[in-house]
């Protein structure tokens, strides 16, 4: 889908809590065989979702310069909601100052629902509907204790404001794709605390296939190719995954490096494109094409093409980049961690 | 806190909003209705700066109830960058980090979680400054 009118994002910020848990302290603690990433964020006791989402979408409102009186929606995509029923947007909302006359509403798909959102604010803002659009990927994921999952699910998240020209942009969206079909790769049902996921099937019949396709729908639409782009994000559940994504469709680790933060933070599921395309734009230049695909479980992909703007060079050093959030760290071992994700029954 | 009580203050406890004196320009937080300086009740809302210094600080071992979960936690006395003074909780440092006069800004945390089907409070905690 081409975007019109020269939408383009306005402002991002990123949040990730400090604590970290080494994948080596999970391995001690359960064996295994190997550890797929260095180590995880972890929130604090004080922390959750709506947290984190609120940190992120402050540095976005004063990055972008704007009166958050302006934005006309804030919508959060996480898979970890603090509340059942009661929306996490309406706290984002009110703590920003952008209340009342504002859509505010969570968005549910694994982990693209944060990348689902940016779509929907794209289209609000270049039909005119309203002037400034946000959408927040955050989440505050977990594992069942020993399994595969908990060595990575992890916590943070980044949020983006929409607009349309003439208003100042950093970075245009040239189009987005939307890739999804119904897999059953990864689930979890109601009051049950832990995710489950049909191994086999996370792979090539899940990840691999949207995210692929999706990247090379929209680069066919574009007539774009990787040669291109000079960045390239894909959705880090791990580390192998996005690699072996970028290869295939032709990127360079060189594209890749700057997004990829899943060896130090974990996947933050919804935040996991959102933060690895705010690291991206933190080091990005003027004109530098950025390609950024998510993947979202039970499954689908979004992707997007984007064009970086004149006005990046002074706007990203204007909160902080995600590098500081990624170096502000205090490792906790497994007892702690397991006080800290209410896995010790009192 | 009553689920009315934390509606009601809210917007103030989200985004730092106190009490500005029409009278005096004396300004406060948390908002009392009455003036501190001067006595006076002819009050208007403002926004107050989000970055300050630690001008003294101390730890809770024992909190009261509703708070367990969070012990031991840091209480801080920050004065804000427009004068203002703001009792609060300080996160994401050890005690034996904080130093007086070190630079810390806002940030969102829960304050208070009503058991596992009650309300969850938000509001402001200082943490030390991210740039
Ligand atoms: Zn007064």
Redesign the interface.
């Known amino acids: 889908m081409k975007t019109v009118g020269g939408v383009g994002i306005v402002g991002y910020g990123a949040y990730i809590p400090?604590n970290r848990l080494r994948a080596s302290e999970v391995k001690r603690v359960w064996g295994g065989s190997g550890t797929p990433i260095e180590e995880k964020s972890v929130i604090?006791?004080?922390?959750?979702t709506?947290?984190i989402a609120?940190?992120c979408a402050?540095y976005a409102v004063r990055r972008a310069g704007i009166d958050p009186q302006e934005i006309g929606a804030v919508y959060v995509g996480t898979e970890s909601k603090?509340?059942a029923v009661k929306p996490s947007g309406t706290?984002v909302a009110?703590?920003i100052?952008a209340t009342p006359h504002v859509m505010a509403a969570d968005y549910e798909f694994a982990c693209k629902a944060g990348t689902e959102a940016f779509q929907t604010c794209i289209g609000l803002v270049s039909s005119g509907m309203m002037r400034y659009a946000m959408a927040i990927g955050a989440d505050t994921a977990q594992g069942r204790p020993g399994d595969a999952l908990e060595y990575t699910a992890s916590c943070g998240g980044a949020a983006y404001i929409f607009g349309k020209k003439p208003a100042r942009t950093l970075a245009e969206v040239e189009g987005s794709c939307s890739y999804v079909t119904d897999t059953p790769d990864f689930w979890r049902r109601e009051h049950e605390m832990y995710p489950r996921h049909g191994n086999r099937f996370t792979g090539e019949p899940a990840y691999f296939k949207h995210v692929i396709g999706a990247a090379k729908e929209l680069m066919g639409e574009l007539g774009t190719e990787a040669g291109d782009y000079k960045y390239a994000v894909f959705h880090q559940p791990n580390v192998k995954f996005p690699i072996k994504a970028a290869q295939t469709l032709g990127f360079s680790m060189d594209a890749i490096k700057p997004g990829l933060i899943v060896p130090f933070v974990g996947n933050t599921y919804s935040g996991s494109t959102p933060l690895g395309l705010a690291a991206t734009l933190d080091v990005a230049d003027p004109g530098d094409r950025i390609l950024a695909v998510s993947y979202g479980s039970g499954a689908g992909s979004d992707a997007f093409s984007l064009t970086v703007q004149d006005a990046i060079t002074n706007d990203r050093r204007l909160e902080?980049a995600v590098s500081?959030?990624v170096d502000?760290k205090?490792y906790i071992d497994y007892s702690v961690y397991s006080k800290l994700r209410g896995k010790i029954i009192k | 806190m009553s689920v009315p009580r934390y509606w009601r203050e809210?917007?103030y406890r989200?985004?730092l909003i106190g009490q500005m004196c029409a009278q005096c320009g004396n300004a406060g937080f948390p908002r009392s209705g009455v003036c501190s300086a001067c006595g006076s009740v002819d009050l208007e809302e403002v926004k107050l700066a989000e970055t300050g210094h630690v001008v003294t600080w101390t730890v809770v071992r024992n909190p009261p109830a509703g708070y367990m979960?969070?012990a031991p936690y840091l209480v801080a006395l920050v004065e804000l960058d427009d004068g203002v003074r703001v009792l609060s909780q300080l996160?994401?440092i050890?005690p034996i980090k904080v130093k007086t006069g070190m630079r810390v800004e806002a940030?969102?945390?829960?304050?208070k979680v009503d058991g596992g089907s009650g309300i969850?409070e938000?509001g402001y905690?200082f943490r030390p400054l991210?740039?």
């Open positions: 400090m604090a006791m004080d922390e959750d709506i947290t609120v940190e402050r603090p509340y706290v009110e703590a100052g902080p500081r959030f502000r205090r | 809210t917007k989200y985004r979960e969070y996160v994401d050890e940030a969102f945390r829960r304050v969850i938000y905690k991210i740039e």
